[in-house]
């Protein structure tokens, strides 16, 4: 995303993809995905969607996302999308001990996925990235 211009400032002037920016580019053009499955897997994400880890009175706990006022159905996919990938890669998900919902969470990271493979689809640039790495 980084390379393909979708770039904020993060703390400490951290690069870091813009998300945002990126959902806002692909606006209402989620019709246009021919990816198998995309809608549903879009559908999959919203109903089950990740949680978000938040601080609250000293304690961790899970907090439901819920679409911003001002946000696009788009944005707030790629929101999920984001949560998802910051739950897995960055840890901190089961403090506690065993993971509870397994089957959940792979469901989640399978809509993920294919909604990241659909957004590829919108954006030549991403696709040719994504490419690379593979």
């Known amino acids: 995303m980084k390379r393909e211009g979708f770039l904020r400032r993060g703390h400490k002037d951290a690069a870091e993809p ?9 606006q209402g053009r989620f019709r246009e995905v021919r990816v198998n499955g995309f ?5 999959a994400l919203m109903k089950v969607s990740p949680h978000r880890q938040v601080i609250c009175e000293g304690r961790l706990r899970w907090e439901d996302l819920e679409p911003k006022p ?3 159905h788009e944005e707030f996919v790629l929101r999920l999308v984001k949560t998802a990938r910051n ?9 506690d001990g065993e993971i509870a919902e397994v089957a959940r969470n792979k469901e989640i990271l399978r809509a993920a996925l294919r909604v990241l493979k659909g957004c590829c689809e919108l954006h030549p640039g991403l696709a040719r990235q994504v490419g690379e790495a593979e």
């Open 39 to 43: 809608p549903e897997a879009v559908r």
């Open 70 to 72: 001002d946000e696009s």
């Open 87 to 95: 739950n897995l890669f960055h840890g901190g998900k089961y403090p």
């Open 18 to 26: 813009d998300w945002e920016k990126f959902g806002k580019s692909i």
